[in-house]
């Protein structure tokens, strides 16, 4: 019987679940994000520019959005996964060793 070896970085993994949290929360914090910008600009003309700029990428920030999303919640349930099925592994040979 082949042997089938399955090596996950648990640390890149969390880390990058981390991260994309973390991009969700600037993506969804960006509309309060863009008026600050605005009003700091300190010019009419100017507010007005980088206003109209954050309307016209709502849309696409909330394709963003669902993306960054799922693909979080994927990397999540990999890393919960593979966490209880490795401490469900560790907990079986504990067990056999012990019998």
Do not use: C, P
């Not at 600050?36 to 954050?54: I, P």
Request: glycine content about 6%; charged content about 35%.
């Amino acid at each position: 019987m082949a042997g089938y070896d399955l090596k996950l970085d648990m640390d890149e993994l969390r880390d990058l679940a981390k991260d994309l949290k973390s991009v969700l929360d600037e993506l969804n914090d960006a509309d309060d994000n863009s008026e600050d910008t605005a009003d700091a600009t300190g010019h009419d003309a100017l507010r007005s520019e980088v206003q109209d700029f954050a309307d016209g990428w709502k849309a696409k920030r909330a394709d963003m959005i669902d993306d960054v999303s799922k693909l979080q919640g994927i990397v999540q349930q990999i890393v919960d996964t593979f966490t209880q099925v490795d401490g469900d592994l560790a907990r079986s040979l504990e067990q056999k060793a012990g019998s």
